[in-house]
C-alpha cells in the first residue's frame, strides 16, 4: 500500500505500535515491563560512587544511576527521569534535567527562554507560534518552552492547547519535591508515543489484529533473522553480543572494483532503520566490506546524513587501527528480540 499508515495494536499482549512506509515497516514501538523513559520520579540520594562522579538513587522501581551530580548528599531528595533502559543487573540511567514532552511543545523547568524549531523556517509561521507562546505564557514564568518541528502544520488551538497542558504538568511536578520516593509521572505507552513522535501525514489504524492484515508480524518475523539484504547480492549481518553489537557486510557475488563502496553505502542508509527496528543500543563495529580509503569520506557523509533524520541519539566515534567504524548510540529501547521473549 501506496503512503504512511500507523497501526496500533497489541504484540504478544503488549500494547505495540508500528510505523509503515508504502507498506515497508520504518518503526516499531512495543511496551515492555521496565520503567519508560520519559516516567519521573521523586528519589532518594542513596550513596556516591567514588571517581565517577555520580550517585545511587532510590526510586520505586529499583535502584537508579545519576551521573555529574554536585552538591547531593545521602539522605536528599530530588527530581529525577529515567533516561533510556538499563543493561542487565545495571541501575536505572536518569537525569537531573526534567523534560515534560508532548507532540507540539517540550517544557524545560528552571531553564528559562523560548525556542522554536529550526526546521520551521517560514517567517510568517515563526510569527504566528510566537504570538501564541505570548497568550499562554507569562514574561515572567520561570519554565522554558521548546516548539517542535510539528507546530509548523498544526492548528494554533492545538498547540496553545499542548503549551498549557505541559506548563500544568510541569507545575505540577516541580512542586512535588518533599516526601519519600514516588512515581509522579509514567513514561508515555507506545500509542502515546507514536502520536508525540510520529507526526507526518499517515493513515491511523486502530482495528485489533491490524498487525496480522498489514503485514506487521510478518515484518517483526524477519527481525530474528541476523541477515538483511541490500540488493544486488550485497547483505549485513547484524548480532548483538554482551560487549557490543557487531555488524558486518559482505558483497556476495559481486567482484566488481566498486562492489565494496556499494555495499558499504546501503549499510549507512540502512542501518538506522535496522538499530531501531530491533532496538540495539550501546557500541556497535561496523566490519564494513573492502574499499579505498579515499571512498571513507564519502562513506560518513552517508552515515551522517542517514542519522540526521534518526531521532535516537547516535555518536558517529569514527575508524579504528584495524579499519573498522565505531558507533555510540543510546539505549533508549530494549532489545526486541528480549521484549518478546
Same mark, same amino acid.
Given at each position: 500500500?501506496?503512503?504512511?499508515?500507523?497501526?496500533?495494536? =497489541?504484540?504478544?499482549?503488549?500494547?505495540?505500535? *508500528? =510505523?509503515?512506509?508504502?507498506?515497508?515497516?520504518?518503526?516499531?514501538?512495543?511496551?515492555?515491563?521496565?520503567?519508560?523513559?520519559? $516516567?519521573?520520579y521523586?528519589?532518594?540520594?542513596?550513596?556516591?560512587?567514588?571517581?565517577?562522579?555520580?550517585?545511587?538513587?532510590?526510586?520505586?522501581?529499583?535502584?537508579?544511576?545519576?551521573?555529574?551530580?554536585?552538591?547531593?548528599?545521602?539522605?536528599?531528595?530530588?527530581?529525577?527521569?529515567?533516561?533510556?533502559?538499563?543493561?542487565?543487573?545495571? @541501575?536505572i540511567?536518569?537525569?537531573?534535567?526534567?523534560?515534560?514532552? /508532548?507532540?507540539?511543545a517540550?517544557?524545560?523547568?528552571? *531553564?528559562?527562554?523560548?525556542?522554536?524549531?529550526?526546521?520551521?523556517?517560514?517567517?510568517?509561521?515563526?510569527?504566528?507560534?510566537?504570538?501564541?507562546?505570548?497568550?499562554?505564557?507569562?514574561?515572567?514564568?520561570?519554565?522554558?518552552?521548546?516548539?517542535?518541528?510539528?507546530?509548523?502544520?498544526?492548528?494554533?488551538?492545538?498547540?496553545?492547547?499542548?503549551?498549557?497542558?505541559?506548563?500544568?504538568?510541569?507545575?505540577?511536578? /516541580?512542586?512535588?519535591?518533599?516526601?519519600?520516593?514516588? $512515581?509522579?509521572?509514567?513514561?508515555?505507552?507506545? =500509542?502515546?508515543? *507514536? !502520536?508525540?513522535? !510520529?507526526?507526518?501525514? *499517515?493513515?491511523?489504524? $486502530?482495528?485489533a489484529?491490524?498487525?496480522?492484515?498489514?503485514?506487521?508480524?510478518?515484518?517483526v518475523?524477519?527481525?530474528?533473522?541476523?541477515?538483511?539484504?541490500?540488493?544486488?547480492? @550485497? /547483505?549485513?549481518?547484524?548480532?548483538?553480543?554482551?560487549?557490543?553489537?557487531?555488524?558486518?557486510?559482505?558483497?556476495?557475488?559481486?567482484?566488481?572494483?566498486?562492489?565494496?563502496?556499494?555495499?558499504?553505502?546501503?549499510?549507512?542508509?540502512?542501518?538506522?532503520?535496522?538499530? /531501531?527496528?530491533?532496538?540495539?543500543?550501546?557500541?556497535?563495529?561496523?566490519?564494513?566490506?573492502?574499499?579505498?580509503?579515499?571512498?571513507?569520506?564519502?562513506?560518513?557523509?552517508?552515515?551522517?546524513?542517514?542519522?540526521?533524520?534518526? $531521532?535516537?541519539?547516535?555518536?558517529?566515534?569514527? !575508524?579504528?587501527?584495524?579499519g573498522?567504524y565505531?558507533l555510540?548510540?543510546?539505549?533508549?529501547?530494549?532489545?526486541?528480540?528480549?521484549?518478546?521473549?
Amino acid at each position: 500500500m501506496k503512503g504512511a499508515q500507523i497501526i496500533l495494536d =497489541h504484540l504478544n499482549g503488549r500494547e505495540a505500535a *508500528a =510505523h509503515l512506509v508504502d507498506g515497508k515497516l520504518q518503526d516499531i514501538l512495543v511496551d515492555t515491563d521496565a520503567p519508560r523513559p520519559g $516516567t519521573i520520579y521523586r528519589a532518594t540520594a542513596d550513596r556516591p560512587v567514588k571517581g565517577q562522579g555520580g550517585m545511587f538513587l532510590k526510586t520505586p522501581d529499583g535502584p537508579a544511576f545519576l551521573r555529574q551530580v554536585k552538591g547531593l548528599a545521602p539522605g536528599q531528595t530530588i527530581l529525577v527521569q529515567v533516561t533510556g533502559f538499563a543493561e542487565e543487573g545495571k @541501575a536505572i540511567p536518569v537525569t537531573q534535567k526534567v523534560l515534560f514532552k /508532548s507532540r507540539y511543545a517540550i517544557v524545560t523547568p528552571d *531553564a528559562p527562554g523560548r525556542n522554536i524549531s529550526r526546521s520551521i523556517r517560514d517567517e510568517d509561521v515563526r510569527d504566528t507560534l510566537l504570538g501564541i507562546v505570548h497568550e499562554v505564557m507569562d514574561e515572567d514564568d520561570n519554565m522554558g518552552l521548546i516548539l517542535r518541528s510539528s507546530c509548523a502544520t498544526a492548528e494554533a488551538g492545538e498547540v496553545a492547547e499542548d503549551i498549557d497542558a505541559m506548563l500544568t504538568l510541569a507545575r505540577q511536578v /516541580s512542586a512535588e519535591t518533599e516526601g519519600s520516593v514516588e $512515581t509522579l509521572v509514567e513514561g508515555d505507552a507506545p =500509542h502515546a508515543e *507514536a !502520536w508525540r513522535e !510520529w507526526t507526518d501525514p *499517515a493513515e491511523i489504524v $486502530t482495528a485489533a489484529g491490524s498487525f496480522e492484515t498489514h503485514g506487521v508480524l510478518d515484518a517483526v518475523e524477519d527481525l530474528n533473522d541476523i541477515s538483511v539484504s541490500l540488493g544486488g547480492g @550485497a /547483505s549485513l549481518f547484524i548480532e548483538p553480543t554482551r560487549a557490543l553489537v557487531a555488524v558486518d557486510v559482505n558483497t556476495g557475488r559481486d567482484t566488481s572494483p566498486a562492489a565494496g563502496l556499494k555495499a558499504n553505502m546501503a549499510t549507512a542508509r540502512e542501518l538506522p532503520r535496522q538499530l /531501531s527496528l530491533r532496538g540495539l543500543g550501546g557500541q556497535i563495529t561496523l566490519d564494513l566490506a573492502p574499499m579505498p580509503k579515499k571512498d571513507r569520506r564519502a562513506f560518513e557523509s552517508a552515515l551522517r546524513s542517514a542519522f540526521r533524520a534518526d $531521532t535516537i541519539d547516535t555518536t558517529l566515534v569514527g !575508524w579504528t587501527p584495524l579499519g573498522h567504524y565505531e558507533l555510540q548510540r543510546k539505549r533508549a529501547r530494549l532489545p526486541l528480540s528480549e521484549v518478546l521473549k
